[in-house]
Every structure is written in C-alpha cells, then in structure tokens.
C-alpha cells in the first residue's frame, strides 16, 4: 500500500474541499481557491474534517497515482492557507533586480535589461536589489515562474555569478592557473 497515498488529508479550519464529477477538485481557503482534475481513477472521499484517496486495484500505474493524487491534494491545501514561496538570489558585480507595477526587471551583464511580467495569481517580491521572493498558492506555478527568473543567468561555476536558489549550493571549480 503506498504510504503517502494512505495518509489522510487534515482540513484545516476555513478551507472547504469539494469533489465534483470526472474527480475535479477544488479547494477554497482564505488565500484563494485552486481547482484541478486529478486521475478520474482514484476514489476521492471527503469525511468530515479529512480527505481520503483509494486506488481501485494495485496495478503499478495505480500505485503511482495514488501518492501523486494524495500529495497534489495536500499541496493545494497547504497553498490556499499559507501560500508557497521561492526565494532567489542574485549575485554578481552590476547585476540586480527592480520591480514597478507587474513587472520584474532584471540587469543580468547583457546589453539590455531583462524584463517578465509576473503570471496570473503570482507575485515576485523584491528585496533590497538582490533578493527576489516568488509568492504564489499554486506550487507548480511558483515553481515554474522561479525556475524562469533562473534561467535568463544561471549560477556559473567558476564566480558565482547569476541567479540562484537562496538554498541552493553552487558546486565551484578551480580557475586557471598560470605557467611557472
């Protein structure tokens, strides 16, 4: 039995989970609502205070489901009451980050300014000129516009320079040497 797939889900107080017909869930709460259609074979079950997820039979494409269906559930809990976050550093002589309205401007060492535009329902916060905050309570959504913002200048190995994870550890190589 998968272990993730068994736990059930908590619910806390102020968040409301519905499931409609084809398993379309969708979950309200006071930062928001998120609605998914997850795998119309899991059976999805909502008793009081918890959500339960079952698998019809143990074929391994049902396994595998079943934890992937439990956890997509429990992250869009945990979205709509605390939200996700990513945070990012950049680092590097000359480069930063600004932010007006929607739009987060980047000076990444090339000859133009790398400007995006903040998805729907994300915000990217700007602290001080080095340190961005991707705010969001869709995961994959916070997830993938951070993932974004990190490949206009990845983190090269030799300075550090580029934009990184704020957990993330650059592995550092050894620069040239010169001839004796």
Known sequence: MSRIGRMPIAIPAGVTVEVAENNKVT???PKGSLERVLPSEMEIKVEGAEV???RPNDLKKMKSLHGLTRTLIH?????VTEGYQKKLEVNGVGY???KSGNKLTLNLGYSHPVEMIDPEGIEAVVEGQNVIIVK?????KV???????????????YKGKGIKYADETIRRKVGKTGKK
């Open 27 to 29: 979950v309200k709460g």
């Open 52 to 54: 339960l997820v079952s």
């Open 75 to 79: 992250n869009m809990v945990v979205g």
């Open 96 to 98: 930063r980050a600004a």
């Open 136 to 140: 969001g309570i869709d995961k994959e």
């Open 143 to 157: 997830g993938q516009y951070a993932a974004e913002i990190r490949n206009k200048r990845r983190p090269e190995p």
